[in-house]
């Protein structure tokens, strides 16, 4: 079976929560902070697998979560890290995030692992939170939650040569004589349902064809099998372009040419402007040469007369193919800006209060707790007088905020004073 679109959910690990603990040793009465630092928890990661063709597998599991890390201990132990997962899809799997659109990766290089969704930042234990004022916090930070995503894949086969036609002109056929591939055949239109992948050895080089259902007029409207197997030869290098000449069908070569033309345009510019070679096929059952001729002179480029039964022309074809690659710059992934995930929000301002302290988040105040250097007088007071014009001073007084206590902001921590 064969399944070129899905839908999966996809989890990274929570991180683990900071401990609050106090280091304990025979008389010792008061020991200092020792609670350690949760645990990051496991990204999710994609990874190009070159064993696999369709995405059938993801229709039985849906759902992939990473592992969430552990919560650190006392004796300033750091909580275990979440374990990561590597999510295995075809080669040429774009991922996207379904509710956007946004584009998150190509599985375009075999076997690279390229990071979907990063793990939750690990909560820090409360011997990071101890300041000159505030000797013995009692409190740690919660690691982060993260958010369940939606996530499309979507399988654009990556190959050298797609193969175009009408239904029934002898796609399969050809690429059952020049690889390995068996595609099923049979002389009626829609044989063929769902694309075939082969490999072509031609002297010392080979290179990999795609053949897909055969298109009809109108497959932009969705006539036929429509568009959809349009995606598998998106990404090819070189059209070759397979023409019935045979006249069998009661077809004219020339028309059928200019309809395929047309229904590649409709689908994008690109794969309408991609080098093309044309394959005049079933020469052997050639009933009038005149539809050759008139092919010919329509396309105004060279056309090769093949029969794919006989093999007659097929070794020139893979000739022409072999020697137009060799021109064509390699295929390369597509072009896109990651799409990344919202973190929080620019205009938000979040308190979140545990065990006495104050943890502010939100885009501004962590942009400004990224610049702000805590050791350093002027830098701590333009940092304060940044979050007062704000109005953030006020809010957190308005919490309960009160002199002496703990305000945490990223990985800064300092005592509030008037
Ligand atoms: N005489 C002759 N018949 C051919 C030739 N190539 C293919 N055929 C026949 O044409 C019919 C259709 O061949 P397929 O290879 O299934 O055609 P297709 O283009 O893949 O068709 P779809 O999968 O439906 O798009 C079969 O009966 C083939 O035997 C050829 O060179 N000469
Ligand atoms: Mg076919």
Redesign the pocket.
Known sequence: MFLDEVIIYCKAGNGGDGCVGFHREKYVQKGGPDGGDGGKGGSIYVQADAGMTTLIDFRYKQHYRAENGLPGAGKNMFGQRGQDMVIKVPRGTVVYDAESGGILADAFNPDEKILLLQGGRGGRGNARFATPVKRSPAFAENGEKTIERKIRLELKTIADVGLV?F???????LLSVISAAKPK???Y????LTPNLGVVRHFDGSFVVA?I??LIEGAAEGQGLGHKFLRHVERVRLIVH?VDV?GADGREPVEDYRIIRNELKRYSERLYELPEIIVA??C??LQDGETLTALKEAVGCPVLSV????RQGVKELLDAVTLRLKELPPPEPIHFTKYEYEAVDKDSVIIEQHNGAFFVSGGYVEELARKAYLDDNDSFNWFQKKMRERGIIDMLKERGAKDGDTICVLDLAFTLME
Not at 167 to 173: A, D, E, F, Q
Not at 189 to 192: G, L, M, N, S, Y
Not at 307 to 310: L, M, N
């Open positions: 036609g239904p029934n002109v002898g796609k399969s056929t055949i049979a002389d239109p829609f044989t063929t053949d259902p055969g397979v045979s096929n079933k052997d059952a029969s794919a039964v006989t």
